[in-house]
């Protein structure tokens, strides 16, 4: 299996863009997590789906901020507009039925300058 | 609401020796509990998890940990550590009743083995 899969590995933008994460997670899991990692607030859970549909946004940090699973094996996370406190690492991560076990992806390294 | 704490931001350890990395948490009922790993740019890797059963749980790579009610622990172990072990370890936890996918995970606590 090619695991969870992430793209684009790194992005730079200059504030106010917009940027679009996208995430492929295992094909047959049905669990998907979108995580933010920095140095000052460690890792974070942003949102997460189930079946395709959000369960959880409540750690997603405000309205520029917003997430999407049109299928089973396809999701993205945008930010609209891009904020230089937004640079992070953002990780998607993917998980099976009742299985508690989370296979993470390898990040996409975001710098907002 | 649940914690949990790793209170070493890093450990140093000589290459064959025992490596214990710490973790307490607080939470209301029995807790799920679970170790990860992260290597340099490098997504989060499961090693393993605590639900219920036996007090001492094996996982990846040589690693257990044991879960102690009492002193709301579940620190990480391995009896002799390799250099390849280097890297960011993370602790989580999961209270029973709370949303499925929501763990709340430590600071991280980092891990030097020297040759």
């Known amino acids: 299996d090619a695991g969870v899969i992430q793209s684009p590995r790194h992005e730079v933008t200059e504030m106010g863009q917009e940027v679009t994460l996208r995430c492929k997670p295992i094909?047959?899991?049905?669990?998907l997590f979108w995580y933010r990692q920095t140095m000052m607030r460690g890792l974070e859970l942003l949102i997460y789906f189930n079946n395709n549909v959000p369960i959880d946004d409540s750690g997603m940090p405000e309205d520029r901020f917003s997430a999407k699973m049109p299928n089973a094996s396809f999701s993205t996370l945008k930010i609209q507009p891009s904020e230089p406190r937004d640079s992070a690492v953002y990780f998607c991560?993917?998980?099976?039925?009742?299985?508690?076990?989370?296979?993470f992806g390898p990040g996409t390294r975001l710098l907002v300058l | 609401a649940q914690s949990v704490a790793q209170p070493e931001d890093q450990v140093n350890v000589a290459e064959g020796n025992p490596l214990t990395v710490k973790c307490t948490y607080s939470?209301?009922?029995?807790?799920?509990l679970f170790w990860y790993v992260q290597y340099p740019n490098r997504g989060l890797q499961f090693l393993l998890k605590y639900i219920t059963g036996d007090n001492l749980v094996k996982g990846s790579y040589g690693f257990e940990a044991e879960f102690n009610k009492s002193q709301t622990s579940f620190h990480l172990k391995k009896p002799s550590a390799l250099v390849s072990d280097s890297a960011l370890y993370f602790c989580a936890v999961r209270a029973p009743g709370d949303s499925w996918g929501k763990l709340q995970f430590g600071a991280g606590t980092q891990v030097v083995v020297t040759p």
């Open positions: 939470v209301s009922g029995n807790p799920y």
């Open positions: 094909s047959g899991h049905d669990y």
């Open positions: 991560a993917s998980a099976s039925g009742s299985g508690e076990t989370q296979y």
